[in-house]
Every structure is written in structure tokens, then in C-alpha cells.
């Protein structure tokens, strides 16, 4: 399918896609949408702004038979602002209808949620814990709904939601339809996918690079300053849009905010550990634009949806080096420009290494006087040192081999054998000579 006009969606649904400006599938819906509107389980791959959510969101509202009156579709999300991301568009695809849809999320009062389930809703949006929560207290059923979708199914696991999505799936039909999506599939989440999935068909979106192609991505060392210094010198030199600053954890993030203040900047914070109502104002003035500085955790990276970010500092390298792709992923939405920077110790530079290996282009960049100047690929020196070493090696191979006296057929050959015996020798004599030294330091 080429066009959204060729899927046959009901009008109602015609009707807000043509509100929402789309015309063209994206990659992962052209691979999704079929199978949802088939009811074949699925498991979709894929890394963030690739359109995802609308992948499984168009065709459940299309099979949503609106006679029936009980639960069809459960949607759940791992975290409080993904959830309410997902019905903010399911919301703008049924507008045009009377299909109900209702969100529960942590953080909210339970009974208002259960008062609301005296009618109960054709399709949920939720976070996991709360679901099993109003699944547990019987307010909630699901045993009409032959469809769930679990969205940041990686995010899901590593915070521990995945028995509450196993409390309340097994009060589903027998036969459940079930579509799974996420950037990685870690290998302990295969026994709860083989429990609810029989033979799902595997899409894995095969990005040549997992992010967008108009990032520029500036790597900047720290050197003798520190990295609050560092960060005062970027932020001098920059004027974003929106830019998000992210740390590892909450009490950097913390510190990082204050140390801002404390210069006069006006800055916001997302983090796992603000309460619900904060993270509420905290979103709405992220997106009423009162903020040009946001220091985030993680979190913030997984799929939260804010407009305009212009440019993302890394103040930190992840720990989990999946969650750099989705941090830069936040910048250069919609056909947008933006830049992604990195400032960086010594000790960083395997880590380096691997999101190099991941697909991320870097520019090695300096700040001199505010203005951004290249520097020499860092790799530069270690490779001629390697090259060196290696031209050393092959000279000492060939002034021990000579050639002999007599040839014979194939004495090139033995040649050849014999410098590479002395090449692997004088290698390993190197590499532990290398060793002893390094385990001295």
C-alpha cells in the first residue's frame, strides 16, 4: 500500500487522517497495519519517530465494532506520559466517531477509575500497573478483548512491569491477538512472548541508521575544565529552540538543573521520580514553550513526543548505550535540522567506540571564544601508532627471512610462511609486553 486511501479505512477514520495531514505510510505502518487488520500477533522492531504508534492504533480503531459495547482493544504503555501520548492520537482518530476509549495510568485516583468502568470502555490505554489493578478489582473486563498491544516492551521488562502485563493478559481470550513493539527484544522477555505468541510475524525495521540523517553530531571533550563548565561554554554558543540535557541519573539531573539556575538560566526537569502532578505541569510547560533548557533522565527518551526540540546535550554517555539512540532521537522530527553534542572524558572512549559501531557519524569539535572549530579524528593518533608498530614487525620479518641460495618451485610461498610465523611471534611478545605495562599503571 502506497496511500492511506488504499488500506478501505471507514470514513469516520478517512476523515481524521486527512485532518492529521497524512498521506503516506511510513515504513513499519506499510509492514504493521496488514497484519493488525488481519489479526496476526506481531512483533515490530523499530526505532523511535518511525511512526509506531499509529501502526497498530489505525487498524484497531478500524476493527472497533461500535454496536458492542465492552472492552476490544487493550493498549498499554510502560510509563504515564507514554500512555497519555497514545490516547492524545487515539483520541484525534476516533474524534469522528462514537467508538469510547478511556485512559488509566498510575499516579491518579483508582476510584475516580473505577467509576468510570460503569460503562465499559471498547478500547483501554493504560499503564500496566494500574490495569492489573482495576482487571484485579473486577471493574475492569477484559476477557472481551482479543486484541493487546504492548508498546516499549524493552522499557517494559526492565522496569519490572512485565508480571503485571501477565496478571491481566491471562484474563484475556484464549486466542489473543497480541503486537508487541520495541527497539530491542532483550532475551529475557522470550518466555512471557512465548507464553501469549504462537509463530508472531517478526518486523524488524532494517535502518541503514537508526537515527535521522539531518543530525549533526558534535563529540567535545571536557579536558582539564569541568563538565559544568564545559556545559556553560555549549550553552553560550548555542540558541536553541528547545534543547533537553540529559543525565544518567535523577540526582544528576538534580544537580545539573540547580547548577543552571544558579547561572541565571530558567530550566525544566523530567525525571522519574517528580510526583504525578509534577510531571503533569512540568509537560505543559515544556510544551507552552517556558522553557529553552530541559534536563531530563531517560525517560524522556522513550517515545515522550515534545515539539521543537532544536538540539540535545549529552552531558552524560548512557549506561545502556540503546538509550543514546533514542535520546538523539528526540531532535530532527518532522523533516527538521537539529544537533545532537556529547561532551566526553578519556574514560568514555570505549563506550565511543560501540555508538560509533551503532551508526552515529561524530565530528570531533572544539570550543574556542564561542565559536565551534574541527579537531583531528581522535582516532587518528592510536592508528598511526598502530600502523608504526605493524611497519616495525613486517621490516624485522623480512630482514630474518632471506632468500635462499638454491630456489626451488614454492620458495616464495615458505617465505611468506616464514614471516608470518615471525609476524604472530613478535605480535604476542608486544601485546604482552603492552600487557605487563598497562597492569603496572
Given amino acids: 500500500m502506497s496511500k492511506y486511501t488504499d488500506y478501505q479505512f471507514k470514513p469516520f477514520l478517512q476523515e481524521a487522517i486527512?485532518?492529521?495531514?497524512?498521506?503516506?505510510?511510513?515504513?513499519?505502518?506499510?509492514?504493521?497495519?496488514?497484519?493488525?487488520?488481519?489479526?496476526?500477533?506481531?512483533?515490530?522492531?523499530?526505532?523511535t519517530g518511525t511512526g509506531k504508534t499509529h501502526s497498530?492504533?489505525?487498524?484497531?480503531?478500524?476493527?472497533?465494532?461500535?454496536?458492542?459495547?465492552?472492552?476490544?482493544?487493550?493498549?498499554?504503555?510502560?510509563?504515564?506520559e507514554l500512555a497519555q501520548q497514545i490516547f492524545d492520537a487515539l483520541q484525534q482518530l476516533i474524534a469522528h466517531s462514537d467508538i469510547s476509549a478511556k485512559l488509566f495510568i498510575g499516579g491518579t485516583d483508582k476510584q475516580r477509575s473505577i467509576d468510570k468502568l460503569k460503562t465499559?470502555?471498547?478500547?483501554?490505554?493504560?499503564?500496566?500497573?494500574?490495569?492489573?489493578?482495576?482487571?484485579?478489582?473486577?471493574?475492569?473486563?477484559?476477557?472481551?478483548?482479543?486484541?493487546?498491544?504492548?508498546?516499549?516492551?524493552?522499557?517494559?521488562?526492565?522496569?519490572?512491569?512485565?508480571?503485571?502485563i501477565d496478571g491481566f493478559a491471562s484474563h484475556m481470550?484464549?486466542?489473543?491477538?497480541?503486537?508487541?513493539?520495541?527497539?530491542?527484544?532483550?532475551?529475557?522477555?522470550?518466555?512471557?512472548?512465548?507464553?501469549?505468541?504462537?509463530?508472531?510475524?517478526?518486523?524488524?525495521?532494517?535502518?541503514?541508521?537508526?537515527?535521522?540523517?539531518?543530525?549533526?553530531?558534535?563529540?567535545?571533550?571536557?579536558?582539564?575544565?569541568?563538565?559544568?563548565?564545559?556545559l556553560m561554554e555549549v550553552i553560550e554558543s548555542i540558541n536553541p529552540y528547545l534543547a533537553v540535557i540529559f543525565c544518567n541519573t535523577r540526582k544528576n539531573a538534580e544537580a545539573v538543573a540547580g547548577f543552571l539556575a544558579e547561572q541565571g538560566i530558567r530550566v525544566g526537569q523530567i525525571h522519574g521520580d517528580l510526583a504525578p502532578r509534577e510531571r503533569t505541569r512540568m509537560m505543559k510547560q515544556v510544551r507552552d514553550l517556558e522553557y529553552q533548557y530541559i534536563v531530563a533522565t531517560d525517560l524522556a527518551a522513550r517515545g515522550i513526543d515534545i515539539q521543537g526540540i532544536s538540539h540535545v546535550i549529552n552531558y552524560e554517555i548512557p549506561s545502556d548505550l540503546e538509550f543514546f539512540i533514542h535520546r538523539v532521537g528526540r531532535t530532527a522530527r518532522a523533516g527538521n535540522k537539529g544537533v545532537a553534542i556529547t561532551l566526553f572524558e578519556p574514560s568514555d572512549e570505549d563506550a565511543l567506540v560501540r555508538v560509533e559501531k551503532m551508526g552515529i557519524p561524530f565530528e570531533q569539535k572544539d570550543l574556542k571564544?564561542?565559536?565551534?572549530?574541527?579537531?583531528?579524528?581522535?582516532?587518528?593518533?592510536?592508528?598511526?601508532?598502530?600502523?608504526?608498530?605493524?611497519?616495525?614487525?613486517?621490516?624485522?620479518?623480512?630482514?630474518?627471512v632471506r632468500k635462499p641460495k638454491k630456489v626451488k618451485p614454492g620458495y616464495k610461498r615458505n617465505m611468506r610462511w616464514e614471516m608470518d610465523k615471525i609476524k604472530k611471534r613478535e605480535r604476542r611478545i608486544k601485546n604482552r609486553s603492552t600487557a605487563k605495562t598497562n597492569k603496572k599503571k
Avoid: C
Fill in 18 to 47: 486527512a485532518e492529521l495531514g497524512f498521506t503516506e505510510p511510513t515504513p513499519i505502518q506499510k509492514e504493521i497495519i496488514p497484519l493488525v487488520l488481519k489479526g496476526k500477533s506481531a512483533i515490530g522492531q523499530a526505532h
Fill in 56 to 80: 497498530f492504533l489505525l487498524p484497531i480503531v478500524q476493527r472497533i465494532v461500535e454496536e458492542k459495547q465492552e472492552v476490544q482493544a487493550v493498549i498499554t504503555s510502560p510509563t504515564r
Fill in 120 to 164: 465499559q470502555p471498547q478500547i483501554v490505554v493504560g499503564t500496566p500497573g494500574r490495569i492489573k489493578d482495576l482487571v484485579k478489582e473486577g471493574a475492569l473486563s477484559v476477557h472481551t478483548a482479543p486484541i493487546l498491544v504492548v508498546d516499549e516492551a524493552d522499557l517494559a521488562f526492565d522496569m519490572g512491569f512485565i508480571e503485571d
Fill in 173 to 230: 481470550p484464549e486466542k489473543l491477538e497480541m503486537f508487541v513493539f520495541s527497539a530491542t527484544i532483550p532475551e529475557k522477555l522470550q518466555p512471557f512472548l512465548k507464553k501469549y505468541m504462537d509463530s508472531p510475524a517478526h518486523i524488524h525495521m532494517n535502518d541503514k541508521r537508526p537515527v535521522a540523517e539531518n543530525i549533526d553530531f558534535y563529540l567535545l571533550p571536557v579536558r582539564s575544565k569541568s563538565k559544568n563548565k564545559r
Fill in 369 to 400: 571564544n564561542g565559536e565551534w572549530i574541527d579537531l583531528k579524528d581522535r582516532h587518528a593518533r592510536a592508528n598511526r601508532k598502530g600502523e608504526r608498530k605493524e611497519d616495525e614487525i613486517d621490516a624485522k620479518a623480512k630482514s630474518m
